[in-house]
């Protein structure tokens, strides 16, 4: 069933696993990534951009896109659709409207009261909705989408603003940037792990980490043991999808059919995201 995330992060943390957050791009993401789910029996969350959910048609589109999926599937995990770092209330507003379950609202370029009362309007409208809200504070470096943070802007979260924004705004998760870097990382990526434990203490909320792709499994596992129970994973889906594409193309010149390389991407999709799953414990089978 669609749901938001308030029960599953809330679950999640209680069990010490983290539930994935895996972004789609298109028609096959959602497929590999609901099949991977419901073969794990592991909730999902399925994370939609901004920039991806323009190049899919809009939130509508995506939202019948995965409803239909989970139909034709007969879904019985739990899956939210959740906005991810979405960059202002009225971009909020119009996921809600369209049927996401999950938004986030990232004010985390903003000043620190300005981030509170953004973050606190988009609470208010979601709840009424019965949707799930996260924030963000310090800032995540590297590029997603329409994000762009480059090393110098990448800013580590302080505890106590933390606390005051948690307390402030009743954000459902909260992810703090301690370090970790949307894309590759640059060398081994250097997590603050005490400031997630403060973190974490001061605000009780399920934390979330954002970057998923290239954090060693250790560094996992200590982030989860910290309160961590949401993890977001997109380039490591668009790496290993790429690869599988790419080797097929170079080795068959004369493949024209997309189904005969997008096939095989999906499938690539699918064994990344169960591999995180059992990496991030949420997998009931694994
Ligand atoms: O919000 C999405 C993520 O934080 C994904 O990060 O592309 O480095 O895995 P990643
Ligand atoms: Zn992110």
Known sequence: ??????????????????????????????????QAAEEESSPVILGVSEGAARYMGGFKVVVSMVKALMEEYRTTVPVAIHLDHGSNFEKCAAAIHAGFTSVMIDGSHLPLEENIALTKKVVELAHIHGVSVEAELGRIGGQEDDVIVDDAEAMYAIPSECEKLVKETKVDCFAPALGSVHGPYKGEPNLGFKRMEEVMSLTGVP????????????????????????????????????????????????????????????????????????????????
């Not at 994935?20 to 990534?33: D, T």
């Not at 024209?256 to 096939?263: S, V």
């Open 207 to 286: 934390l979330v980490l954002h970057g998923g792709t290239g954090i060693p499994l250790k560094d996992i596992q200590k982030a989860i043991s910290l309160g961590t129970a949401k993890i977001n994973v997109n380039t490591e889906n668009q790496i290993m999808q790429t690869k599988k594409i790419r080797d097929i193309l170079e080795k068959n010149k004369e493949v024209y059919d997309p189904r005969k390389y997008m096939g095989p991407g999906r499938e690539a999709i699918k064994e990344t995201v169960i591999g995180k799953m059992r990496d991030f414990g949420s997998s009931q089978t694994g």
């Open 1 to 34: 069933p669609l749901v938001s995330m308030k029960a599953m992060l809330h679950t999640a943390k209680a069990g010490h696993y983290a539930v994935g957050q895996f972004n789609v791009n298109n028609l096959e993401y959602a497929q590999a990534i609901l």
